[in-house]
């Protein structure tokens, strides 16, 4: 698992309405790669695009099923057995649209 990564938690998670979700590893590649560690930090996978400067527009070239839209104003927590289906993964270009977003979402100075 590293950064940037998308992936299905097919188990249904109630903050989705008991629902499965796409889901983007936006934790440092020493977290997402380290067995010791079992979760993860994680931007949901909306399937509305609201437009927001904290969220990344992802479509079909990711793996996802139609434009979508990770939301990095509703980071998680994830458990890295929940993230069962890989899908894509970010191209170099998309995660510093990521790291920007991330930095609008937290309040981070650049």
């Known amino acids: 698992m590293k950064r940037g990564e ?7 998670i109630p903050e989705r309405g008991h629902k499965p979700g796409f889901y983007v590893v936006v934790s440092r590649d020493f977290i997402a790669s ?3 560690v079992s979760t993860v930090i994680c931007a949901p996978v909306y399937g509305e695009v609201l437009g927001l400067r904290s969220e990344v527009v992802l479509g079909t070239e990711e ?15 994830m458990f890295k057995r929940k993230l069962t289906q890989f899908v894509g993964t970010l191209p170099d270009g998309r995660l510093d649209e990521l790291d920007d977003a991330l930095r609008y979402a937290l309040g981070l100075a650049r």
């Open 6 to 12: 998308i992936y299905r938690a097919a188990e249904k």
């Open 63 to 77: 793996g996802v099923p139609r434009e979508s839209a990770m939301r990095c104003d509703f980071l998680t927590l």
């Open 34 to 36: 380290n067995d010791d």
